[in-house]
């Protein structure tokens, strides 16, 4: 089984309830890391009863996953115009916030602090906390996304990069929310670190 090849996926709290039997860590409230096997990616994910029937450990599976994640960062690229900027990233656009050093590169390159929508698993949407018209434009697209329902949504909250880590950024106050809904946190370990690397360069049309 040492051919096999696993990828971190960002799994909502909301569908993690409805699958016990993945295996999953925690990542920040509401959200959690599930592994999928691949590829193609995010179709079959990992369970308890895979993990026995191979004779692997959780912590084998989330190594070899993060492995293939930052192999797998050259294929990051950024597109759009301020003052919001979208992901792509072959449909697991949200993984890519596992990935430290990158956020650190891009929080240097928007106005104010590095906010960002992760509606769905494939969408992510990059603006600043100092731009007005990009974090309305973020909201928007993002409550329009939880208001049409669909598949594989994450959260509906935007998120703020500070120290390191993943926030949830206040929402305005006299910003109203489409079709709220409220996820629950999952009781999780908490995630292990992760081993410092750089990615290769990413193109990123600005």
Known sequence: MTSTTYFPILISAREAEFHPDWVLDRFIPGLAVGYSFGPPFGEQMVTWPDLEKMRVSR???????????YQAMSQVRIHGQPPSLMLSFEGLESTVLLVEEFWNDLAEQVPGELVI????????????????PG?????????????AGGTQLLMQDLLVWRAGSWTPLPAAADQPREAE????????????????RTPEPIDQPQ
Not at 119 to 127: E, G, K, L, Q
Not at 137 to 142: E, L, S
Request: net charge neutral; charged share 30%; aromatic share 4%.
């Open 117 to 132: 929508g992760v509606p769905a698993r494939d969408v992510v949407i990059v603006t600043g906390s100092g731009s007005a």
């Open 181 to 196: 809904i409220l996820l629950p946190e999952l009781d999780l370990p908490e995630p292990e670190p992760v081993p410092t």
């Open 135 to 147: 974090l309305e434009k973020t909201r928007r697209a993002v409550g329009r996304m939880f208001f």
């Open 59 to 69: 912590r084998t599976v989330k190594r070899q996953a993060e492995e293939t994640l």
